[in-house]
Structure formats: structure tokens, C-alpha cells
């Protein structure tokens, strides 16, 4: 089964007795995520993250990017649904 991680922009309205109403104004499917929201999924620190992502998918980190900058400090994107995976493969270890 496949996950992913749709962001909602919703319209509020009071309503006169007190209660309110969310109606969705766009839905934006998220395919990759950054660090401090992997770290608080996964349940690790982010500078844990931040080595899993430069490990690399091909030695047991995750399947993640930056883009090129002057200094190199731009943030990190992880795939979302690897990222999925990848959790269910470390509960599945305990």
C-alpha cells in the first residue's frame, strides 16, 4: 500500500453559534519532506537524519538530495514514500 502526504490550505468561517466551518481550498500531494519532519516521523534526532541522508540509499541511509548552492548548506529533501519504507523496515527489526 502506498502512502503519501497531502497538505490541505482550508477557508475558515465562524459560524453564529460559536462553531466554525473548514472547507479545502487546495490540495497539494507532498513527494519529498526535510529533515526536522523525517526526524519527528522516524522518532530520531535531526542530526541523525542529516547522516542517514548523506549515507545515501545505497549504504543504508535515505534516498535524499540537495540542491547545488555557493555555501552547500541547502536543505535536505527526502523522499517521501522511501522514507515510509524505511520506517516500516526498522519497526519490522525490532
Known amino acids: 500500500m502506498a502512502s503519501q502526504m497531502m497538505l490541505f490550505e482550508t477557508e475558515t468561517r465562524d459560524n ?3 462553531s466554525f466551518t473548514l472547507r479545502p481550498k487546495a490540495v497539494r500531494i507532498e513527494r519529498e519532506i ?6 519527528k516521523i522516524l522518532g530520531y534526532g535531526k542530526d541523525a537524519v542529516r547522516r542517514l ?3 545515501g ?6 534516498r535524499a538530495y540537495q540542491l547545488p548552492s555557493e555555501r552547500g548548506n541547502a536543505p535536505w529533501r527526502i523522499d517521501w514514500e522511501f ?7 526498522r519497526q519490522r527489526e525490532r
Open 16 to 18: 453564529g453559534d460559536g
Open 83 to 89: 522514507l515510509m519504507r524505511y520506517k516500516e523496515s
Open 57 to 62: 540509499e545505497d549504504h543504508g541511509g535515505l
Open 53 to 55: 541522508c548523506e549515507l
Open 34 to 39: 526535510r529533515v526536522k519532519k523525517a526526524a
